[in-house]
T-cell receptor, first 109, second 113 residues
Framework: SQKIEQNSEALNIQEGKTATLTCNYT??????LQWYRQDPGRGPVFLLLIRENEKEKRKERLKVTFDTTLKQSLFHITASQPADSATYLCALDDDKIIFGKGTRLHILP | DAGVIQSPRHEVTEMGQEVTLRCKPISGHDYLFWYRQTMMRGLELLIYFNNNVPIDDSGMPEDRFSAKMPNASFSTLKIQPSEPRDSAVYFC???????????FGPGTRLTVL
């Protein structure tokens, strides 16, 4: 069955720099892939969706790429701010949606 | 819209007791999902409904877990009897089309002693 791998280690980035998070999957390329943000004590919040025929998607300071050859999606936050600190989850459709365990991002002031 | 509503927000119970978690999806959404989140296993899909009908319950851990959706605006997840390993945060989410953006509730933090 499909598996999603996200960096389990927390990522520390200096404020103002670009944060890049990785999501790898193991089997066939999904029709689309989603990224969610989760703050402590709250449910995940949808950020972006990218389809398999799209290479890149942008929303304000966020950018997502989708490389079906590498079986990978990258999530970038440019000009990062301390308020961007959270856990970021990727999710894909495998008959039903499955989530990665997420990567904790800390933006250091 | 108030978003997805879950109750209670916190539940502490003793092993062997029955636990009922409640969810009100966003009005107009025809898909409803129940998830469980733990540090070890991350966010796991337990069951989902379409138009009040259970579509896939393959994620339900065992017979102690059951879920119902008697109408479009209410769903319950019941654990009977509860065990300490059931301790987790349980999320409910709803979406318009399947595979569409899911809107999550605030979760119920369950602790089974």
């Amino acid at each position: 069955s499909q598996k999603i791998e996200q960096n389990s280690e927390a990522l520390n980035i200096q404020e103002g720099k670009t944060a890049t998070l990785t999501c790898n999957y193991t089997n066939y390329s999904p029709a689309y892939l989603q990224w969610y943000r989760q703050d402590p004590g709250r449910g995940p919040v949808f950020l972006l969706l990218i389809r398999e025929n799209e290479k890149e998607k942008r929303k304000e300071r966020l950018k997502v790429t989708f490389d079906t050859t590498l079986k990978q999606s990258l999530f970038h936050i440019t000009a990062s701010q301390p308020a961007d600190s959270a856990t970021y989850l990727c999710a894909l459709d495998d008959d039903k949606i499955i989530f990665g365990k997420g990567t904790r991002l800390h933006i250091l002031p | 819209d108030a978003g997805v509503i879950q109750s209670p927000r916190h539940e502490v119970t003793e092993m062997g007791q029955e636990v009922t978690l409640r969810c009100k999806p966003i009005s107009g959404h025809d898909y409803l999902f129940w998830y469980r989140q733990t540090m070890m296993r991350g966010l796991e899909l337990l069951i989902y409904f379409n138009n009040n009908v259970p579509i896939d319950d393959s994620g339900m851990p065992e017979d102690r877990f059951s879920a119902k959706m008697p109408n479009a605006s209410f769903s319950t997840l019941k654990i009977q009897p509860s065990e300490p390993r059931d301790s987790a945060v349980y999320f409910c989410a709803s979406s318009a089309p399947s595979g569409g953006t899911q809107y999550f509730g605030p979760g119920t933090r369950l602790t089974v002693l």
